[in-house]
């Protein structure tokens, strides 16, 4: 599904090694490697899918559990670069100039990405609190034993 994905979004040119893609926001232009686009959609898709398959075999699973939490750490570690990308550019918006500033209006979108910032928090706080539920349901399904 990653490869099927891959394809549609970048095309047969997102398969070249030195593909990259340039994302325009306002006058900066970002060039990231499609790999660095690709990976965090394949970490996600993942993560869905141990998801289900773990919630479907009620933590039952050792090897399913492991992996999802693996998964879960890597998708906060993720989040965390995707976090400190919003907050390197969301300084370009907010008031447009200083006349603006003067008189106390603000853009409407200018709070879009600090929106977002905080959603991405709040989803990475979300799967801190599920990284050790999970870790505590496997440990009450394997008992240490010699």
């Known amino acids: ?18 593909a990259t893609q340039d994302i325009n926001i306002y006058d900066t232009y970002f060039v990231i490697g499609t790999y660095g686009l690709i990976l965090p959609l394949a970490l996600l898709l993942f993560f ?3 998801l289900f398959r773990m919630l479907r075999l009620n933590f039952k699973n050792l090897t399913v559990n492991m992996i999802f939490m693996v998964l879960t750490i890597l998708l906060v570690l993720i989040l965390n670069k ?8 969301a300084g370009f918006s907010g008031f447009a100039d200083d006349s603006m500033r003067s008189q106390g209006i603000h853009e409407q979108y200018g709070n879009l990405w600090e929106n977002i910032r905080n959603g991405l928090f709040v989803i990475k706080i979300v799967l801190l609190i599920l990284l050790p539920y999970c870790g505590f349901k496997t440990g009450l399904h394997f008992k240490y034993s010699k």
Not at 1 to 12: A, K, L, R
Not at 82 to 89: E, G, K, Q, T, V
């Open 48 to 50: 869905g899918v141990y």
């Open 82 to 89: 995707f976090i400190s990308f919003i907050d390197s550019f």
């Open 1 to 18: 599904m990653v490869i099927i994905i891959h394809f549609i979004i970048f095309g047969i040119d997102g398969f070249k090694p030195d």
